[in-house]
C-alpha cells in the first residue's frame, strides 16, 4: 500500500472500498475477541500449577515460624530475600504483602495523603491541591488511583529513554504541590519503554529537588519480564538513591501477578527502614499480617535468582511468538503507509501503536463493531483523555495466536479505513 499522503483520490477511493468489503466480511464472521488487558494466558498460568500442593504438609519458615499462623506483618525472611533481588533492595528495605501490588501502591499514596510519612504535617491532604506527574502513555490503574483520590495529574512526555527528565525536574522544582511521579521503569506500560541509566539516575535524584514529602512510584511489575536475550537491563534506582541519600524518597513496587498466578500471587515493596516502619504502623490496623503460606509456596517454587530466570523463560517462549505475530502484521499491512507507529518492546506485556490524530476512538470502535474489543481510547492517559486521540495499546498475550492473528489482522483494516476516511474528508 503506498503512502497515504502520496495516493491520490481515486487510489484512495478504490482501496477503501476493498477495505470495507473485507470488514462487512469479518463483521459476518460474529468475531468475538479480546485484546484489552494484560492477562496471562492459560498456559502462562498452568506454568505455576506445582504450587499447589508444593508444601506438602511442611508450614515451617526456615526460621521455623508456622505460617498457618498470624503474625509476620513484613512477610516472611525468606521471601524479603527472594524478591528483594527482584527490586534491588536488602531483605530490611523490603515488605512482602499479600497478592497484589496495586494494593500496597494505593496505600502508600492514601497514607501519605492523610496520615503523613513524616507525621500528620506532612500530610499531602493538608495543603491543596495535591499533583502528580504522570508520564504518558501510562498505566490507566496508576491514572485511576490519583483520580479516585482527587489527587491532580499531570501528564509529562514520555521519550526514548523514559520520562522526559528535563522537563520532569523543571516541573518538581518549580511546584511544591507536586507530591510524586508514577513510573514503570522497565517494559513501562503501555510503551515497553526501559528507563536509560541516565534517566534512573535522576529520578533517584530528584527527591532532593522536590518537596520535602515527595515519592517516587517505581512500579517494576515486569522487573523480570524480558523476552529477547537483547532486552535491555534497567540500571538499580537503589544504588543511586543511596549514594544520594534519597530511599525515603522512593517506594519500589513488584508483584508475582505475572510470574506465578494473576490475582493469586505475591506483591512486595521496597523502599527505606524508616519508610517501611512507618508503613507498618498504618497496615497494622488493616491487616494482623499477609497471607504466608502463599508466601512459602512461593519461596519453594521460586527458589532463586537463577529458578526464577529460568520460569521466566518459559513465559517469554509464551509470549514472543505473540509480540512477532503483532508486529510482523502491523509491519506487512502498515509499514510506510503513514497510517500509524508502534513500538516494538523487548519484553513486558503491551505494544503501543499512535495512529494519526483524532482517529483512536473511531478504529477502536470500528474494532469493536466486528467483534474486536481493545483498550478504551484514552486509557492510557489521565482522565481517561488523550488530548491527541491517537494512542492504542494492544495486549496479546491472552488469546491463541490464531485469534490474536484474526484480531491484529482486523485492527490493521480498521486503521486503514479510519485513516482514509479521514484524508477523503469522510
Ligand atoms: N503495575 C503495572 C504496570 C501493571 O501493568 C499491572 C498489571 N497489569 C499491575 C501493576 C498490577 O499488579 P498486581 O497484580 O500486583 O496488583
Not at 472500498?17 to 479480546?34: M, P, T
Not at 501510562?138 to 501528564?155: A, K, N, T, V, W
Not at 508466601?295 to 511468538?321: C, G, N, S, W, Y
Request: proline share 6%; with cysteine; net charge negative.
Amino acid at each position: 500500500m503506498v503512502h497515504i499522503e502520496q495516493a491520490s483520490e481515486p487510489q484512495l477511493r478504490e482501496q477503501l472500498a476493498d477495505l470495507l468489503d473485507r470488514y462487512d466480511q469479518l463483521a459476518a464472521g460474529k468475531l468475538a475477541l479480546d485484546l484489552t488487558r494484560g492477562k496471562p494466558g492459560a498456559a502462562q498460568v498452568a506454568l505455576s500449577d506445582a504450587l499447589d500442593g508444593i508444601l506438602e504438609g511442611d508450614y515451617r519458615a526456615a526460621d521455623g515460624t508456622d505460617v498457618r499462623n498470624y503474625g509476620g506483618l513484613d512477610g516472611l525472611a525468606e521471601a524479603r530475600i527472594l524478591f528483594g533481588n527482584v527490586l534491588g533492595t536488602l531483605p530490611e528495605e523490603t515488605l512482602v504483602g499479600g497478592n497484589s501490588s496495586l494494593t500496597l501502591m494505593y496505600q502508600v499514596i492514601d497514607f501519605a495523603l492523610t496520615e503523613g510519612l513524616r507525621g500528620p504535617e506532612s500530610a499531602w491532604a493538608r495543603r491543596e491541591p495535591v499533583k502528580f506527574l504522570c508520564p504518558v502513555p501510562g498505566y490507566d490503574r496508576h491514572f485511576s488511583i490519583c483520580e479516585y483520590l482527587g489527587i491532580e495529574m499531570l501528564p509529562v512526555r514520555m521519550l526514548e529513554t523514559g520520562p522526559d527528565m528535563d522537563q520532569v525536574e523543571g516541573l518538581v522544582a518549580a511546584d511544591p504541590a507536586i507530591k510524586g511521579i508514577w513510573c514503570v521503569p522497565r517494559f513501562s506500560n503501555p510503551s515497553g519503554c526501559v528507563y536509560s541509566d541516565n534517566t534512573v539516575e535522576r529520578m533517584a535524584r530528584l527527591p532532593k529537588l522536590a518537596s520535602p514529602e515527595f515519592v517516587v512510584m517505581w512500579d517494576n511489575a515486569y522487573a523480570i519480564h524480558s523476552l529477547y536475550d537483547d532486552a535491555p537491563e534497567l540500571a538499580s534506582i537503589g544504588k543511586w538513591a543511596r549514594q544520594f541519600d534519597t530511599m525515603d524518597g522512593i517506594f519500589q513496587f513488584g508483584s508475582t501477578s505475572k510470574v506465578t498466578f494473576a490475582g493469586a500471587g505475591v506483591a512486595f515493596m521496597g523502599s527505606s527502614e524508616r519508610n517501611l516502619s512507618t508503613f507498618k504502623a498504618h497496615l497494622a490496623f488493616q491487616t494482623i499480617g499477609p497471607d504466608k503460606v502463599n508466601q512459602l509456596r512461593h519461596v519453594r517454587f521460586l527458589r532463586d535468582a537463577e529458578t526464577l530466570a529460568a520460569h521466566m523463560a518459559k513465559h517469554a517462549a509464551h509470549i514472543r511468538p505473540r509480540f512477532d505475530c503483532v508486529l510482523d502484521i502491523l509491519d506487512r499491512e502498515l509499514e510506510g503507509t503513514g497510517m500509524a507507529s508502534w513500538t516494538q518492546p523487548r519484553g513486558g506485556y503491551f505494544i503501543s501503536v499512535d495512529a494519526l490524530p483524532g482517529l483512536a476512538s473511531e478504529i477502536i470502535s470500528l474494532a469493536d463493531k466486528i467483534g474486536v474489543k481493545l483498550t478504551p481510547a484514552g486509557a492510557t492517559f489521565p482522565y481517561g483523555k488523550d488530548p491527541e486521540d491517537r494512542n492504542i495499546r494492544l495486549s496479546p498475550t491472552f488469546p491463541s495466536l490464531e485469534d490474536l492473528q484474526t484480531s491484529i489482522d482486523a485492527f490493521a483494516l480498521c486503521v486503514k479505513i479510519a485513516s482514509i476516511r479521514q484524508r477523503l474528508g469522510r
